[in-house]
């Protein structure tokens, strides 16, 4: 069993810059791959990046050269670092634990509670 809580969300403005933190229990998942997806009013939700036990990521085309993903194998915790923020990123933003950054996204293995990022235009 994996859990994840999320901190760092908040209003901002376009331009502005957000850090989220995700902190994972048990040493195991240094293993595994670690992500954030988001979902916006009235959308599915949405891949955003991934970055694997060795520190390999993968990221969503709309967010390439603003967000960074990085993790902290001794404390198990996951950062998005959120720059040059658009309204159009507006969305609860979910924490999450795959087996790999490919497959994170279809088998995921837990999630955490979410936490909301609102950018006003």
């Known amino acids: 069993q994996v859990r994840l809580v999320e901190s760092g969300g908040g209003l901002v403005q376009t331009g502005d810059s957000l850090r989220l933190s995700c902190a994972a229990s048990g040493r195991t998942l240094s293993a595994y791959a670690m992500g954030w997806f988001r979902q916006a009013p009235g959308k599915e939700r949405e891949f955003v990046a991934a970055i694997s036990w060795r520190g390999n990521t993968v990221y969503e085309d709309s967010v390439k050269g603003r967000f960074t993903i990085s993790r902290d194998h001794v404390k198990n915790t996951v950062t998005l670092q959120m720059n040059s923020l658009k309204p159009e990123d507006t969305a609860v933003y979910y924490c999450?634990?795959?087996?790999?950054?490919?497959?994170?996204?279809?088998?995921?293995?837990?999630w955490g509670q979410g936490t909301q990022v609102t950018v006003s235009p």
């Open positions: 999450a634990v795959g087996n790999d950054v490919a497959t994170i996204r279809s088998n995921t293995r837990g």
